[in-house]
Each structure stands twice: as structure tokens, then as C-alpha cells.
Nanobody, 117 residues
């Protein structure tokens, strides 16, 4: 069973920055990729960014150039650096890891990010 512990959410003014962290533990199998998703009230959960074991990454168009995903393998932690935040970035952000041959997904508890105008 994989446990994910997220931190770093909060309230910030438009144009500000936040960094989210997600520490993983308990995985017996290789992690295929890690990612950050978000869900705003009344909307579906959507992919924000994903990073693979090769450290290649892809981003949703709405965060390109503003957000950066990275990993620290020694700490088994994935980060999301969010710059130039906009009110429309307000959402609960969820960490995700995809593990093993059967590509099982695990989710963090979610962290609230609120951007005020």
C-alpha cells in the first residue's frame, strides 16, 4: 500500500507562488509516473503535470510556462512549483503516483490552493 502525504497549499494573491510537495512511502514496485491533478468546485478533476521516471514531464496547456514539476528521488518526493498564480488556479490539488505492471493509481489527500484577485 502506497501512502502519499501532501503539503504546501494555502492562500496566495494573484501573481504569487506556492510549492506543493508529495512524499511517497510504502511502494514495493517501481513508480511509473507521478503527477499533480486539481479539482475546482463543480468541475472534473484534471491533470496539471506529470513526470516520468526518466524525469521527462508534460504539462496541461493552462500551466505551461508557470508551473514546474520535479522529483527528488532520494526523498521519494515530487514537487509542483507554481508561479504567476491566477484566481482560476484555485482548486484542491491532488498528488498521484502510478505503480507497477498493473499501473495502479494512488492518490494523496488533497491540498487546497486559493488564489485571491
Amino acid at each position: 500500500q502506497v501512502q502519499l502525504v501532501e503539503s504546501g497549499g494555502g492562500l496566495v494573491q494573484a501573481g504569487g507562488s506556492l510549492r506543493l510537495s508529495c512524499a511517497a512511502s510504502g511502494s514495493r514496485f517501481a513508480i511509473n509516473h507521478r503527477g499533480w491533478y486539481r479539482q475546482a468546485p463543480g468541475k472534473q478533476r484534471e491533470l496539471v503535470a506529470r513526470i516520468f521516471s526518466s524525469e521527462s514531464a508534460n504539462y496541461a496547456d493552462f500551466v505551461k510556462g508557470r508551473f514546474t514539476i520535479s522529483i527528488d528521488n532520494a526523498k521519494n518526493t515530487v514537487y509542483l512549483q507554481m508561479n504567476s498564480l491566477k484566481p482560476e488556479d484555485t482548486a484542491v490539488y491532488y498528488c498521484n503516483v502510478n505503480v507497477g505492471r498493473d499501473h495502479r493509481d494512488y492518490w494523496g489527500q488533497g491540498t487546497q490552493v486559493t488564489v485571491s484577485s
